[in-house]
């Protein structure tokens, strides 16, 4: 396919703040209650001094590193959350399709995973307001798409497309290219792997994954598009009938965003490089 325009890609060496954000909860955490607080609820966190966090291994969201631990920009943003209530993080890795039921399921506090918020969700579970955006973005096989002219010959019903099932990118791939077959699967390593061997023409993914596709792949992968496909926020997931958890957590995201710490953060992570030398697998 032919490459209409490839994002800039800016190297930002991530800024290290000497503020160190602690607020204090003594009177949250110790608080005298009528009744025993519920799994899941910022009370039964800070009683417990756990917040247990579910992620889900998206680059450069969470990355397991070669020894095994984890990385990334949601990594940064829930140890940082963690340390500001005063708890001890744990997280559990979880595939894409199920994190949203481990959380209804009280299984995990929190989604710290990129999410998008949507109308759909919020009937499900509450969103903290945002504190992160991204694009959808599209990469293509090289030698299966060079003779296409352009995005709207991937719109054919002989034209496979992936997804990982149940995010976003599948429904942003069904949307626009809808005469396509699309060929969802559960995680993002396999989607890389499908486009880049040429199992698929294409792959929908939120950025900047496209681009380090692309950029680890310049001989079978291309990033056609000079914009993304759709915009989206992402936001803090927990569990509805918990007001006082979404109330921290948009105070915490306007606090740091106050004092740049989530722009440092992310620039880092999503306009940098330095990090990936350190991946177990590219991107």
């Given at each position: ?27 949250l955490a110790t608080a005298e ?104 973005g599209l990469v293509t096989n ?142």
């Amino acid at each position: 396919m032919k490459s209409f325009q490839i994002f800039p890609r800016v190297h930002v060496i991530f800024l290290c703040l000497a503020l160190s954000w602690s607020f204090p909860y003594p009177s949250l955490a110790t608080a005298e209650t009528e009744s025993p607080s519920q799994p899941g609820t910022l009370q039964n966190v800070l009683e417990k001094k756990l917040l247990r966090i579910g992620v889900s291994l998206f680059t450069p969201w969470t990355i397991k590193q070669r020894d095994g631990q984890l990385v990334g920009f949601e990594i940064d943003v829930a140890k940082q959350l963690a340390k500001d209530l005063g708890v001890k993080p744990e997280f559990h890795v979880l595939e894409w399709e199920k994190i949203m039921p481990a959380l209804l399921k009280r299984e995990i506090d929190i989604i710290s995973a990129g999410m998008v918020i949507t109308p759909q969700r919020a009937l499900k579970f509450n969103f903290s307001q945002p504190y992160d955006s991204s694009g959808i973005g599209l990469v293509t096989n090289i030698p299966l798409t060079k003779t296409f002219n352009g995005p709207h010959d991937l719109n054919r019903s002989e034209v496979t497309i992936t997804a990982v099932t149940g995010s976003i990118s599948e429904d942003v791939a069904r949307r626009v290219f809808p005469n396509a077959t699309i060929k969802t699967l559960s995680s993002s390593q396999e989607a890389i792997q499908a486009v880049t061997k040429g199992k698929v023409h294409a792959y929908v993914e939120h950025e900047p994954i496209t681009t380090f596709i692309a950029l680890d792949n310049p001989e079978t992968v291309d990033e056609p598009l000079s914009k993304p496909l759709l915009e989206t926020r992402a936001g803090f997931a927990v569990n509805k009938g918990d007001p006082d958890f979404i109330n921290f957590l948009n105070a915490w995201i306007i606090s740091h965003d106050a004092d740049v710490w989530l722009s440092s953060a992310h620039n880092y992570w999503f306009e940098g490089v330095e990090w990936r030398k350190d991946l177990a697998t590219n991107p």
